[in-house]
């Protein structure tokens, strides 16, 4: 089977189900709302949707913990409404790509229940280990979301067994054949199916470094220099392709954590077949512009770090890999109050809109991005539900945990979708699952339907823009500027090679210029570009208000403002 790479040309949106819309009312998403739902998630001009896990699961980490591989959980309808989600969704040329994690399970699953009792084949599915002689634990590994040890200590087996995440999420031994064979048969059976492809959950996990021995003492992530980008893992996900993915045209999406472009080529390689394991990584420099390396060790937002960030991965992968593009999804709190600003919402939302649209690689957008949602702030600890955060600073006094996880919590983006300033925000007839942010009354789907310069309508506006330019797709980066804490200048620009097939009337060079000022500035792009003789393609702003270069080319900049332009280039003089 040729893969034809036509995600390349896509933009995907990303649906997190439980909080997106609730179609049989019981308070929960599900798939039937989807299904309402599908010619709105058309109208945003995306290709394709990433489901955040569908299966069943005892729901400890929101489906993330999953006890059925090959079934629909019946709160999001089963796979009655799965079959008709995904026919509703082809027809529409909507593509479908699965959350895959096979990192761990539930412990609940049935592999799981057998493996403690050594039932074979089961008994070495998971990764025990018995107590040291000296009744220590079997290294110093630290769990993720549970703070302490990632060992659990087992009645039945009477042996520990490895966590790194919560406590209910026993890790898979992928070293073992039969555990991949497994996997296999999950890869199949969905893309039988009819599905497009999978983001796989935390994948650089999977091959832990033989004998599992000891780490530095890194507070949570002990352990991780041992078990991300481990031995085999390209022997691993080489032979998922070869056995079944290379078979389909689909597409997969490794989730990447610490990865650094250079890294990233081994797995996503476009020179080097042996070197393509993957298409494309989720890495999370782009979420470290106001944290260091997690959000719950926060700093001051840089737009500098962010710019370094998007240089990197947009100049290191040119020409030999394929980027994703995101500034929101399901693991992190909202990007307007990260990276933007409350008070300028909607502009800001733009701002940070074109910052990425207009870049090479795959983008997604995550559900209530496109209306900018903003993070939810309860009054009480105990609202809070994900087990992450639950477990985050738990020596520290309650405020300042509380305030903490304001900022950086990701339930704030796992509030339910904001669709009308009605009843429960329009997401569910009954009251939902968990708590709606209390600005929907004025950030809200039918609001911004009604106004032409939403934030809403104008992400369908930049999509599409983005859509019909293939410098977009096939230009190289460039950036001006990269020392301003304020500006984010960058170029698309195509070099002779990549001319074949774009015609003289398709733009060749775009420049695109982004304000992070809460003030207006002067602007003045250097460097031979005269901005009185582009055309603007997109103004974030109201158009008819836009300043104009005057003759040095200098003009006003307004609050975040974000521009987009056609440089004519020297192929027409
Ligand atoms: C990934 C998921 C996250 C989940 C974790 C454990 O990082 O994106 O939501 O909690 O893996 O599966």
Same mark, same amino acid.
């Given at each position: ?45 995306? =290709? ?9 699961? %005892? ?21 009655? +409404? ?25 412990? #609940? ?33 630290? &769990? ?16 520990? *067994? ?11 031994? @992928? ?39 000891? =780490? ?22 080489? #032979? ?13 999406? +490794? ?13 996503? &390689? ?5 070197? !393509? ?20 060790? %926060? ?32 693991? !992190? ?32 957008? *995550? ?5 900018? @949602? ?38 704030? +983006?796992?509030?339910? @979708? ?61 950036? *001006? ?8 200048? *960058? ?28 003030? &207006? @500035? ?26 104009? %270069? ?11 403002? +974000? ?11």
């Amino acid at each position: 089977m040729t893969q034809t790479q036509w995600y390349k040309d896509g933009v995907f949106y990303q649906i997190w189900p439980r909080s997106f819309k609730d179609g049989n009312s019981d308070g929960m998403g599900d798939l039937w709302g989807v299904i309402d739902k599908l010619d709105y998630i058309k109208s945003l001009n995306v =290709d394709g949707i990433w489901f955040s896990p569908l299966y069943t699961s %005892p729901g400890v980490d929101c489906g993330y913990d999953i006890s059925d591989y090959m079934s629909i959980a019946p709160e999001f309808g089963g796979m009655e +409404a799965f079959r008709r989600l995904l026919s509703e969704a082809h027809v529409r040329n909507l593509r479908v790509i699965m959350d895959l994690v096979v990192n761990h399970t539930s412990d #609940e699953h049935e592999w799981f229940q057998k493996s403690r009792q050594r039932i074979d084949p089961y008994t070495d599915y998971y990764i025990w280990r018995p107590k040291k002689p000296n009744g220590k634990l079997p290294n110093n590994w630290s &769990s993720m979301f549970e703070g302490d040890s990632a060992w659990q200590w087992d009645e039945v087996r009477g042996e520990y *067994y490895l966590h790194l995440f919560a406590i209910k999420q026993p890790d898979l031994n @992928m070293d073992n054949p039969l555990v991949r064979e497994e996997v296999k048969k999950i890869l199949k059976f969905w893309l039988d199916l009819g599905v497009d492809g999978f983001r796989e959950d935390v994948i650089t996990f999977i091959s832990k470094k033989e004998g599992l021995p000891d =780490d530095l003492p890194i507070p949570g992530f002990s352990g991780i220099l041992k078990y991300n980008h481990g031995p085999h893992i390209h022997e691993y996900l080489q #032979e998922f392709r070869r056995d079944v993915l290379s078979h389909y045209d689909c597409m997969t999406l +490794a989730e990447a954590p610490l990865v650094t472009p250079k890294r990233a080529l081994t797995y996503i &390689s476009e020179t080097d077949p042996a070197q !393509h394991d993957i298409d494309m990584m989720i890495q999370f420099q782009c979420m470290c512009a106001d944290c260091l390396f997690s959000d719950y060790v %926060p700093m001051k937002f840089s737009l500098r770090r962010l710019k370094y960030a998007f240089r990197e991965w947009q100049t290191k992968l040119y020409g030999k890999g394929w980027n994703m593009l995101y500034l929101e999804n399901h693991d !992190h709190p909202r990007v307007i109050s990260r990276y933007g600003s409350e008070k300028f919402r909607t502009a800001s939302g733009k701002a940070l809109a074109v910052s990425y649209l207009f870049q090479q690689g795959t983008p997604f957008i *995550y559900q209530g991005q496109e209306i900018g @949602m903003t993070n939810w702030r309860p009054e009480r600890i105990d609202r809070y539900e994900d087990v992450q955060t639950l477990n985050q600073h738990l020596k520290d006094p309650e405020e300042k945990r509380l305030k903490l996880y304001h900022r950086a919590s990701r339930d704030s +983006a796992r509030t339910p @979708m904001q669709w009308t300033g009605g009843l429960h925000a329009g997401f569910s007839e009954h009251e939902p699952w968990f708590y709606v942010n209390e600005n929907y009354k004025t950030v809200n789907v039918e609001a911004e339907e009604k106004d032409p310069d939403s934030l809403l309508n104008f992400y369908r506006k930049a999509v599409a823009l983005r859509k019909s330019l293939k410098v977009v797709r096939y230009g190289k980066y460039k950036e *001006y500027g990269k020392l301003s804490g304020k500006l984010y200048v *960058y170029e698309r620009v195509l070099g002779e090679s990549e001319r074949a097939g774009v015609t003289d009337e398709e733009p060749s060079r775009i420049l695109v210029i982004c304000s992070f000022s809460e003030k &207006s @500035m002067r602007f003045r792009m250097r460097r031979g570009i005269d901005l009185r003789k582009a055309e603007l393609l997109l103004c974030s702003l109201d158009a008819k208000e836009a300043s104009v %270069p005057d003759k040095t080319g200098a003009f006003i900049l307004r609050p975040y403002e +974000a521009r987009v332009y056609r440089i004519s280039d020297n192929r027409k003089g």
